[in-house]
């Protein structure tokens, strides 16, 4: 059974950091690109960041770049998200998911989720 | 930046077809992902590459492109489908292809 479970979130000060896990059990972990997506209190899912199978390519939305940082361990099956400098706008559940897009034939990788972990929440305030 | 628009919200009776819809730009070049959502729950994936079905996923659930609106439509709605949806594209104009959402809409099963 595929499982993804997010930790690390709580209560922290603007300007704080908090480094979020999410641990991957039921599938081969490192054929995967994943993704952390995000969705503050009674609003939508917004796009975060993204890290290729590897951890060699990574991307991000342009409210996070500089201040967060995706990566992973596929001997652990285990992917992150440090998040430095918080502000009061990064409150959210922050959701790991993971991608099953493809390469189009201009070397594109388009994705999209088959499965979501249950989400961890990130609470900026002092 | 690249927008996805849905509608807030769509109201239907049991029994009756729900249709929602999702409008961007680019949808005529790019696919769009349909996701479920109840309440406290995670996202669900109920269609994927304009039409898809994963396995699973009832068959009342069906999505179609045409121009650069998506639709999302759910024959004979149950009440166990009120849920929000959001559609998901990509904005492949810059040196990446990147997620995009839509804001999402409420179905209410009234």
């Known amino acids: 059974e595929v499982q993804l479970v997010e930790s690390g979130g709580g209560l922290v000060q603007p300007g704080g950091s908090l480094r979020l896990s999410c641990a991957a059990s039921?599938?081969?972990?490192?054929?995967?690109?994943m993704h952390w997506v995000r969705q503050a209190p009674g609003k939508g899912l917004v796009w975060v960041s993204r890290?290729?199978?590897?951890?060699?390519?990574?991307n991000y939305a342009d409210f996070v770049k500089g201040r967060f940082t995706i990566s992973r361990d596929n001997a652990k099956n285990t992917l992150y998200l440090q998040m430095n400098s918080l502000r009061a706008e990064d409150t959210a559940v922050y959701y790991c998911?993971?991608?099953?897009?493809?390469?189009?034939?201009?070397?594109?990788?388009?994705?999209?989720?088959?499965?979501w972990g249950q989400g961890t929440l990130v609470t900026v305030s002092s | 930046s690249y927008e996805l628009t849905q509608p807030p919200s769509v109201s239907v009776s049991p029994g009756q077809t729900a249709r929602i819809t999702c409008s961007g730009d680019?949808?005529?070049?790019?696919?769009a992902y349909w996701y479920q959502q109840k309440p406290g729950q995670a996202p669900v994936l109920v269609i994927y590459?304009?039409?898809e079905r994963p396995s699973g996923i009832p068959e009342r659930f069906s999505g179609s492109s045409s121009g650069t609106t998506a639709t999302l439509t759910i024959s004979g709605v149950q009440a166990e489908d009120e849920a929000d949806y959001y559609c998901?594209?990509?904005?492949?104009?810059?040196?990446?292809?990147?997620?995009?959402f839509g804001g999402g809409t409420k179905l209410t099963v009234l």
């Open positions: 998901q594209s990509a904005d492949s104009s810059g040196t990446y292809s990147e997620v995009v």
């Open positions: 998911a993971r991608d099953i897009g493809y390469y189009d034939s201009s070397g594109y990788y388009y994705s999209h989720f088959d499965f």
């Open positions: 039921g599938f081969t972990f490192s054929i995967h690109w």
């Open positions: 590459k304009d039409s």
């Open positions: 890290i290729n199978r590897d951890g060699s390519n990574t």
């Open positions: 680019a949808l005529p070049k790019e696919y």
